[in-house]
C-alpha cells in the first residue's frame, strides 16, 4: 500500500508539473488597476491585432496596429486621416508614409517591441479592437467607459 501511495503521488506531482509547463501564452487584455481579465487569446490564435478610435480633437480615426511575433507584442504601423495632438508628424529611420484609397495615411516601419500596451478607453468615442483584420469588440462595451486598459503578453495555467 506504501508503494502504491509513493506511485500514485510522483503520478500527481508529474502531472501538475507537466500542466505547468506545457500553460499556453495568451494575449490578454485587462483591467490596468485591478487586474481584472476581460478577455485573453491563444497566441496561435493571433497574429495581428488594433486599436481603433475617433481622435478627440480633429474628430477623425485613428488606429494603432500591432503584430504578435515571437510572443512579442510588435507596433507595426499606424492609421490615421489628420494630424492632432499625439499623432505622428514626420517619419524616421525605415518608416513608410503611404496613403490608402479611403485617403488614410499610413506609417510602416515602427517594428517596436513593446512589453505591454495601454489605452483609457471611451473617453470622448469607443475603442474597437480587431483581432485578425476580422473580430471586432467594442472596448467600451466589454470593459466600461473610461476604463485602462492594458494587453500584454502572459502564460496563463489551464484553470485561470
Not at 490596468?32 to 478627440?56: A, Q
Not at 512579442?72 to 503611404?98: C, H, K, M
Not at 473617453?123 to 492594458?150: A, F, P, W
Request: charged share 20%; proline share 3%.
Amino acid at each position: 500500500m506504501k508503494k502504491f501511495m509513493m506511485i500514485f503521488a510522483a503520478t500527481i506531482i508529474l502531472i501538475v508539473a507537466a500542466l505547468l509547463l506545457v500553460s499556453p501564452t495568451y494575449l490578454v487584455l485587462k483591467n490596468t488597476d485591478t487586474g481584472e481579465i476581460y478577455e485573453k487569446w491563444k497566441l496561435s490564435e493571433i497574429s495581428t491585432f488594433e486599436v481603433e478610435f475617433i481622435h478627440s480633437v480633429n474628430k477623425t480615426p485613428v488606429a494603432d496596429i500591432y503584430e504578435i511575433r515571437q510572443k512579442e507584442i510588435i507596433l507595426s504601423a499606424t492609421r490615421y486621416r489628420g494630424f492632432g495632438a499625439g499623432v505622428p508628424t514626420a517619419i524616421e529611420g525605415d518608416q513608410v508614409l503611404e496613403y490608402d484609397n479611403e485617403g488614410n495615411m499610413i506609417i510602416t516601419g515602427y517594428n517596436v517591441t513593446l512589453p505591454s500596451v495601454s489605452y483609457v478607453v471611451g473617453t470622448v468615442y469607443d475603442h474597437i479592437l480587431t483581432i485578425n483584420e476580422t473580430t471586432s469588440i467594442n472596448l467600451t462595451q466589454t470593459c466600461g467607459k473610461n476604463s485602462h486598459v492594458t494587453f500584454i503578453i502572459e502564460r496563463r495555467h489551464p484553470w485561470d
